[in-house]
């Protein structure tokens, strides 16, 4: 796990959020529907991104090849985020969440559905979706563009993106600026810590907000 990734995971998505708003950015938050599987858990690191089309007439076989070969591609110590373009299908279950878990895969991440949620959970393997079903996506849906841009509620994503996540939401941070907001974050936690010290002193509330422009 890099540096930078194990920084973010101390980080929380609230502080993140209020540093990328004080720089001027929006978009960066992903829908509120999409949840995590284990709750408590924080997940954070550079993304790989895949998104995907319902086929209706397509043989299982060729689910199972495009959805196994891309298991196999995604590069360890990644988020694997998808845009599955589906809104009924499952598009995670037990088999795959261990298979990407045993090859350093950090979590995942989709616009959709996961199904084999109690053995995911027994596993810890951090997942965060819209929706459960037991509906395969097999001879339904093939994955494509492994590693290419794709767009999540409205938030462009792009492979060597940051994520974080955890139970307040998903927030995207660019790669270019991933570091600057990083440091800014770290720095607006100290300050948080700072107030929550004083007012446990005894300091009234305003007065520690004035005294270190934080609260």
Known sequence: MSALTQRLGACYTSAVHDVMVARGMDGFVLPR?????LPGRRLAGPIWTVSGRRHETI???DTYLAWTG?????????V???QPNDDDLAHMGELSAETLQLRGILGYIVDGGCRDIGFIQQ???PVYCRYATPTDNVGRWLPEGAGDPIAIGGVAISSGDFVLADDDGVVILPAPDAEAILTATEAVMVAENQ?????????????????????
Not at 195 to 215: E, N, S
């Open 195 to 215: 107030v929550r010290d004083a007012i446990r002193a005894g300091m009234d509330p305003q007065a520690a907000y004035l005294k270190h422009r934080k609260f």
């Open 59 to 61: 043989a299982p076989h």
């Open 123 to 125: 596993r810890s393997f």
């Open 70 to 78: 891309l298991l196999g591609s995604v590069p360890a110590g990644h």
């Open 80 to 82: 694997l985020v998808c």
């Open 33 to 37: 529907t999409i949840r995590p599987l």
